[in-house]
């Protein structure tokens, strides 16, 4: 870890409790009348870090949280909590990482040093994808089109605004819901969300 990152690491939980203590509201949006999506989130299928290939159908009947990560961010230290997340609801839950550059170049890592810095920093043992574009533009991951897209999803336009933002797909494969970077991934709202 370099020493920008323990900084940001050391940094990190008094970010978290001056927005709550300033009251900073941070987004989050639900799909509250349950739209289905016109294409479906199954035909999408993801390169993971090793290099294989995970196809989402094979994720049916459970719910799966998308979070694009970067390892040199205030946020990275959020790396700990979706851990904690993915062990307390690994029956029910599939959380996936999505290392992107897209934001101030916070993840310059290749592949490989990414695995290993979130394995040896947060003891991370879910899925992680190669290294990948989740803001719109032609490069963007085709993950990250549907969830950022209406015409695919059914209601959601909301691309990340920065790194570690959170969206959660339901069992039969419907965009629920969308969760700035600024919300924990162990807060309340996503708690509920995950046991809706």
Known sequence: MTLR???LKLLYPFWMFYNKLTGRKAKSFGNKN???PPQSFYNLSVTLNNGSELKLDTLRGKKIMLVNTASDCGFTSQYDDLQ???EKYKDKLMLIGFPANDFKQQEKGTDEEIAEFCKLNFGVTFPLTKKTVVKKGQQQNPVFQWLS????NGW???QP???FSKYIVNEDGVLTNYFDPTISPMSQEIIKAINE
């Open 156 to 158: 959601c336009n909301k």
């Open 34 to 36: 349950n739209v289905h």
């Open 161 to 163: 605004p920065w790194n």
């Open 149 to 152: 897209d209406s015409t695919k």
């Open 84 to 86: 904690k997340l993915h």
């Open 5 to 7: 990152q323990s900084i």
